[in-house]
């Protein structure tokens, strides 16, 4: 690896690691906190690129926008993925990064059907590993039915890049409208669509840096059957799949667009049971990890039995859950815990777990 030529080029999250850091004032550097999600990522977002782009920034910041003038109405998004390894249990950065694009189609309210896939290789990276990421790609777009139209190769040298960088663009038809923030009301339920944290536990053992070694698979997957099964209900406000930052993050988010507060149930979070046990002997909380095949869907309550039961009636939604409520006051997030306490789910700061998705 590339020797750090001056004091600059060491993030200052690595030239001090015993150091107390403040997350809030170290704004001069990008730290690897900036792309976990929360309130960093956010700031940096909205201070540098939609600040800085003004009036060609993006008119909405969710996971698919409306390309204008098109009929039918095409939704677009695109997504740069990381992952270390590159290949764990239960996925890879080919059918992550397939997953992570038509994801975000399908919590909008679109089908895919176009992606580009631009890659960034660091020289040294073999070819064998190569062809298997992509042949990844291409099988968890083929499931999807979604078409590779457009790509572009870099490579970067020896040192100066993270093996693979995958960055896809995915354009689909919207068939659903109105998912939005400015829906969601006072008493609408809150689903998730199977177990949460997943997807960071199986890549944090993969990296066996714990030396630990566990049955957790990534829950990698493609949620377009979970979206389609809730589209035809006309109490359906919202869905977003919870990546990076997790479910406390998605939580925060709604928050924070809507001025409503939402209310959690410990008990009723679908969590599994290896996937707690690492989490508590390593101090992590799964409700802060990415999930890579999950959906949170806000529903109006009297349909939200229904909603649960179309999920159920899935293999990818077996473990759906109503977990908890929205309700009116501060806008914040309620944790009811399963001892009958409560505590706040506060926005992310620090990075969990780094090069997750």
Same mark, same amino acid.
């Given at each position: 690896m590339r020797k750090p030529e001056h004091d600059r080029d060491v993030p200052p999250s690595r030239a001090n690691p015993g150091a107390k850091r403040d997350p809030v004032a170290m704004n001069e550097r990008v730290l690897l906190a900036h792309g976990n999600g929360g309130r960093l990522m956010r700031d940096l977002i909205e201070e540098v690129?939609?600040? #800085? &782009?003004?009036?060609?920034?993006? $008119?909405? /910041? =969710? +996971?698919? =926008?409306? &390309?204008?003038?098109? =009929?039918p109405t095409l939704? @677009?998004? #695109? *997504?740069?993925?990381? @992952? $270390?390894? /590159? $290949?764990?249990?239960?996925? *890879? &950065?080919g059918s992550l990064a397939v997953h992570g694009s038509v994801n975000d189609l399908a919590v909008s309210g679109a089908v895919p059907r176009w992606l580009t896939l631009a890659a960034i290789l660091e020289e040294g990276t073999q070819i064998s590993l190569l062809q298997r990421l992509v042949a990844s790609f291409a099988r968890a777009a083929h499931r999807v039915g979604a078409r590779v139209v457009a790509g572009d190769t870099k490579v970067v040298p020896y040192g100066r890049g993270g093996g693979v960088y995958f960055v896809v663009t995915g354009i689909g038809v919207r068939v659903r409208e109105a998912l939005d923030l400015s829906r969601i009301q006072v008493g609408d339920a809150i689903l998730v669509s199977g177990p949460?944290? +997943?997807?960071?536990?199986?890549?944090m053992l993969a990296r066996e840096q714990f030396g630990m070694h566990g049955d957790v698979r990534s829950d990698s997957a493609p949620v377009l059957d979970l979206c389609r099964a809730l589209w035809p209900l006309s109490g359906l406000r919202f869905m977003r799949d919870p990546t990076r930052g997790g479910i406390a993050t998605v939580a925060n988010e709604i928050c924070r667009?809507? %001025?409503?507060?939402? =209310?959690l149930s410990e008990a009723a979070m679908p969590l599994r049971p290896t996937t707690v046990s690492v989490c508590e002997m390593l101090g992590y909380d799964p409700l802060y990890l990415a999930c890579e095949g999950r959906v949170l869907a806000i529903v109006a309550p009297d349909?939200? #039995?229904?909603? /649960?039961q179309h999920w159920r009636e899935l293999e990818s939604g077996r473990s759906a859950a109503?977990? %908890?409520h929205v309700e009116a006051g501060s806008a914040r997030v309620a944790l009811r815990t399963?001892?009958?306490?409560?505590?706040? /789910? *506060?926005?992310?700061? *620090? +990075?969990? &777990?780094?090069?997750?998705c």
């Open positions: 690129f939609v600040g #800085t &782009l003004g009036e060609a920034a993006p $008119e909405c /910041l =969710s +996971d698919a =926008s409306a &390309l204008p003038e098109a =009929s939704m @677009v998004t #695109t *997504d740069g993925f990381t @992952v $270390e390894p /590159l $290949e764990f249990p239960g996925g *890879d &950065l949460v944290g +997943d997807h960071g536990i199986a890549v667009g809507t %001025g409503l507060g939402l =209310s349909q939200a #039995t229904q909603a /649960l109503i977990i %908890g399963a001892a009958g306490g409560e505590r706040v /789910l *506060d926005e992310l700061l *620090d +990075d969990p &777990l780094p090069r997750i």
